[in-house]
Structure formats: C-alpha cells, structure tokens
C-alpha cells in the first residue's frame, strides 16, 4: 500500500512487475464490505476484459480492511485471475483515497475505476475505454446522457442528488460544469492528465478532485444505468453529504478559481443573450395576464391567485421560446414529447427555485449592501439570471 502524499506519477511505479512492458488499463475496485459481491464482480469483469484486452489489463481491489473480510476473499482468488491484484489498507480509510492509493500502484496508462457491487454495468467498460483510446483525457459513465438512468430511485434521493449537483454548480461552476454526471464514481483518465497532480479529496466524489486538479482537456460520456443493489448495502450516510460540501469549499479555495471557466473563455454569450431576451419577454407575458385577472375594469380576482398564474404563464411562455430559440439545437435533437416535457419540468422548478433565491437576495442586499429596495432587487434579479441560465444550461437543456 503506498502512502505519503497522494501523488500520481509520471510513470507506473517501476519493479512492480517483472515484465517491463507496461499495462494499458488499470481498474481499481475499491471495496469496504463486499464479501457477497467480490467474487462475482472479479469474475465479471476479468472475463469481459480477457476478450477486449487480454493480458494487457490489471484488476486492483482496494479493501479498507473490511472487518467481514473482503480482502481475504479477494486473495484467494489471486491464483485464479493472474490480472488481479489485491490491497489491504490498514492504515487509511474512505473511498476516494481508496482510489488514489490503487492508482499510485497502477501500472496502466489509462486508470479507471468501477464499484465493487455490480451497481456500474460492466458493459460499458469497453465504451469508456474506447473513448480514451480516441483521443479523451477522461471518460465518464454518466447517468444524465443518452442511455443513462437510475433504475428506481426515490423522489427524495433524486432531488438530493440533483440539489447537490446545482450546489456544485454554483461554487465550483467550471469543474463540475465540465460533466453531466459529476458525482459519478465510473470512470476512467488518462495517466498523463494526472500526474504530478497531488489529489486532497473528502468523501465520495473523486471525480471532482480529477477534473478539479488535473489536466483535463477532452472529456466523453458513456451513458449508463445505475443498477440496484443485490448484494450487501451501500455505505452512503449523512455524513457523505457533509463531505461532500466540504470538498467542494475546499477544492475552491485550494485551487484559488472556479475551474476551467476563467481559464478558458466559454461563456456561451450567444445562448445567454437570447434567454435573457426571452426573460425580458416574460415580464410582458407576466404583466399583461395580471392585469387581464386582476384589474377592477376586467375580472377583478384577488392578487394572490392571480400572480401565481401570471408567474406560471410567463414560466410556460419563457419554456416555449428558449425551447424554441435559445436552445434550438438541443430541441431539435430531442423532440419526443416526453423529452420536451421533462425539460420544462425541470425548467419550472430550476425557476421556482430562482424565485426563493431572488426573496433571499433581496433581502441580503437590501439589510446587508444597499439600503435601496430597487437597487437591490436589480441585483437579485441579476444574480437569478445567472442562476437561471447556468442551472438551465447544464441540467434542462444539457449542454
Ligand atoms: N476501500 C473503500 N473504502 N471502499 C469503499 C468505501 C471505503 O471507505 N466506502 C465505499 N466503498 C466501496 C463500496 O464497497 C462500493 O464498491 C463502492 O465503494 C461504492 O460504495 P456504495 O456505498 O455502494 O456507494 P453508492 O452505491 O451509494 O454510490 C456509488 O454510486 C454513485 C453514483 O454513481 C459510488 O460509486 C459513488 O461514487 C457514485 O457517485
Ligand atoms: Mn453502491
């Protein structure tokens, strides 16, 4: 087990094999109480790989010591799969170190990683590493493209996992903007866009740190389907949405930016111009049916109702035009119903949410920046735009 800081080098680690010939992909399968997987996904996944790249690919399981005994289970089965290798950390824990750890003693050029519960399809292993050989610096199984899904997941645990997607967005807009699934622990990268990099993760969320602080220029996605646990039970507590926090602040501050984005100019100015356009539109929309519903000289209904109604139709009125206009591209490529429906879905409650942090802001900057409720409320409806836009951008139009 390698320790000291969590460093990838330039070069697989010499006398590891006796062979100098180097190995094209390294898995890593970090495990913690696995014992009624371990065998399966081991056997799995060698023969998958026996028939893309035999010989020229290494499994390395990296247990954390699991008091049930993985480790043991996966030693004996070294004898049988002569690509598999097999760690036992008894000095450090969680996931992501897990990661680096059996990355340091990869010999591949190409390191991946895949979960040691069979929940990350095995299939999609060839797709992610055909994507590197292509030319990508980093390949992702990604439930949020084509193909992609969670099999039966909770309302609650979709918006979780969502609400802490947008989160990232806000503070880290330029790495976790890169990727449409950036929680996702499948993955593979290239050595070179790594090394020399030292990785600090907290918690889960190890792509983060990869894309956060290597040097990652291509990125593909492979869709994929997050299966159901049959075996054994997920490790996921509060606590990894703590961590999880955690590691984005300290990815931001550690790395002084907000990733690539100020690096590299790809604001899209064209799309961002068009949508506040439409925004601009949906004012009218707005105004004209509150006063269609509410003025005395028409039909005269309280205010209350009727502002939720006009907020809806400018909402409705605003979906149509970017749909149309502002994001013509996607539309075009989607235009199945359902699609479109899920996508105004999402647009109606990424601009509700706007509409709480347009309150909240008003409220900060007018108790806390300018004591001016219109000047304040430009700012809010400034900073909601944004907030509309980049949010819309990433998780209703996807682009
Ligand atoms: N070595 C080690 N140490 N392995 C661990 C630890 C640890 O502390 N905690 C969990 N693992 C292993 C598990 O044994 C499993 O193989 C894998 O890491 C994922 O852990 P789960 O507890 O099954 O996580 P999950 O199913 O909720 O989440 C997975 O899917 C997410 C969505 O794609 C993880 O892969 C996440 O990284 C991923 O984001
Ligand atoms: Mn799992």
């Not at 390395?60 to 690509?83: C, F, H, M």
């Amino acid at each position: 087990v390698p320790t000291g800081p969590l460093k990838i080098l330039e070069l697989p680690p010499n006398g590891v094999r006796t062979s100098s010939k180097s190995i094209h992909l390294s898995l890593v399968i970090p495990t913690y109480k696995e014992r009624d997987n371990i065998k399966n996904v081991v056997s799995i996944l060698s023969q998958l790989l026996d028939e893309s790249i035999p010989g020229n690919y290494e499994l390395i399981v990296v247990d954390d010591d699991s008091p049930d005994r993985t480790w043991e289970i996966a030693q004996s089965l070294l004898t049988e799969y002569p690509q598999l290798r097999v760690m036992r950390r008894q000095q450090e824990r969680g996931l992501s170190s897990a990661v680096i750890r059996g990355w340091q003693a990869a010999t591949g050029s190409v390191l991946g990683v895949i979960d040691g519960d069979l929940q990350h399809p095995p299939e999609v292993l060839t797709q992610l590493l055909r994507s590197v050989d292509q030319g990508a610096d980093l390949a992702v199984a990604s439930r949020h493209v084509d193909g992609g899904g969670v099999s039966s997941w909770s309302v609650v645990r979709r918006v979780l996992s969502r609400g802490a997607q947008m989160l990232g967005l806000v503070i880290l807009p330029g790495v976790l903007g890169r990727v449409s699934d950036p929680m996702s622990g499948y993955f593979m990268v290239r050595r070179s866009a790594i090394a020399n990099a030292t990785l600090n993760p907290v918690g889960y969320k190890i792509l983060l740190e990869v894309i956060g602080r290597g040097k990652v220029n291509q990125v593909a996605e492979v869709g994929y389907v997050f299966c159901e646990r049959k075996e054994g039970e997920s490790k996921v507590t509060w606590k990894q949405y703590i961590d999880y926090i955690h590691h984005l602040v300290r990815l931001r501050l550690s790395t002084g930016r907000v990733g690539r984005l100020s690096r590299k100019v790809n604001f899209p100015v064209r799309r961002f111009l068009r949508f506040g356009l439409v925004g601009f539109s949906g004012v009218f929309v707005d105004m004209a049916v509150l006063y269609l519903l509410s003025d005395p000289t028409t039909l005269a209904w309280p205010l209350t109702p009727s502002k939720i109604i006009a907020g809806e139709i400018a909402i409705l009125n605003n979906f149509f035009w970017n749909d149309a206009w502002t994001f013509a591209d996607v539309s075009a490529r989607q235009q199945q119903w359902q699609q479109r429906l899920k996508r105004f879905v999402k647009f109606n409650a990424i601009c509700l949410a706007g509409l709480v942090l347009n309150v909240l802001i008003l409220n900060l900057v007018l108790n806390f920046v300018i004591p001016n409720r219109y000047i304040a409320n430009f700012i809010a409806i400034a900073v909601v735009t944004i907030w509309n836009f980049w949010i819309n951008l990433k998780l209703s139009w996807r682009v």
